[in-house]
T-cell receptor, first 116, second 115 residues
Framework: AQKVTQAQTEISVVEKEDVTLDCVYETRDTTYYLFWYKQPPSGELVFLIRRNSFDEQNEISGRYSWNFQKSTSSFNFTITASQVVDSAVYFCALSEARRGGFKTIFGAGTRLFVKA | GAGVSQTPSNKVTEKGKYVELRCDPISGHTALYWYRQSLGQGPEFLIYFQGTGAADDSGLPNDRFFAVRPEGSVSTLKIQRTERGDSAVYLC?????????????FGPGTRLTVL
């Protein structure tokens, strides 16, 4: 069965600190997709990144980077030099193919507070 | 272009009443999804449409919940005989196709409160 675990419920950092958000997933499929979304206080989920199960290359986009490790079923997200605007809830999600389409399962989220 | 829109943004109703929540997807997106998000939780899948048909409705919690997308664009989530436990934010998302690779773009949600 699918499962996404974000063990960190809340993280609080001071501006300019680096912070890593953990995501561990469970799946029996060999083909699947992983996502990170940001949900700022306004409430609208914002897509950050998509990664397929065959691509373990790490990715960097500005201050954001992602580390995908199939051996440990983890897809961690690091924010470098955090800023107050990074304060939000971050969700990791897993998508698998199903007959008729696919299903996406979200983790419970990690609330990040960045203090000035 | 315009993103996913949802109306109303807030809905307060009494236990036992019927409600309809509306979702306007991004123009040209064939796939549409409904999720429910309770406080402190991640979005929980409800139903997924590919075009006009419900490709997967396995997330609907019971037969009080129903969704339609008659013309393959706008979708309506309908909840009969609402219960207090139905209180949550209902999120709609759309994607260009219906593949697991497709990025889902989310609307701002409808906050439903059942008194």
């Amino acid at each position: 069965a699918q499962k996404v675990t974000q063990a960190q419920t809340e993280i609080s950092v001071v501006e300019k600190e680096d912070v890593t958000l953990d995501c561990v997933y469970e799946t029996r499929d060999t083909t699947y997709y992983l996502f990170w979304y940001k949900q700022p206080p306004s409430g609208e989920l914002v897509f950050l990144i998509r990664r397929n199960s065959f691509d373990e290359q790490n990715e960097i986009s500005g201050r954001y980077s992602w580390n995908f490790q199939k051996s440990t079923s983890s897809f961690n997200f690091t924010i470098t030099a955090s800023q107050v605007v990074d304060s939000a809830v971050y969700f990791c999600a897993l998508s698998e193919a199903r007959r008729g389409g696919f299903k996406t399962i979200f983790g419970a989220g990690t609330r990040l507070f960045v203090k000035a | 272009g315009a993103g996913v829109s949802q109306t109303p943004s807030n809905k307060v109703t009494e236990k036992g009443k019927y409600v309809e929540l509306r979702c306007d997807p991004i123009s040209g997106h064939t796939a549409l999804y409904w999720y429910r998000q309770s406080l402190g939780q991640g979005p929980e899948f409800l139903i997924y449409f590919q075009g006009t048909g419900a490709a997967d409705d396995s997330g609907l919690p019971n037969d009080r919940f129903f969704a339609v997308r008659p013309e393959g664009s706008v979708s309506t989530l309908k909840i009969q005989r609402t219960e207090r436990g139905d209180s949550a934010v209902y999120l709609c998302a759309s994607s260009l196709g219906g593949q697991s690779t497709d990025t889902q773009y989310f609307g701002p949600g409808t906050r439903l409160t059942v008194l």
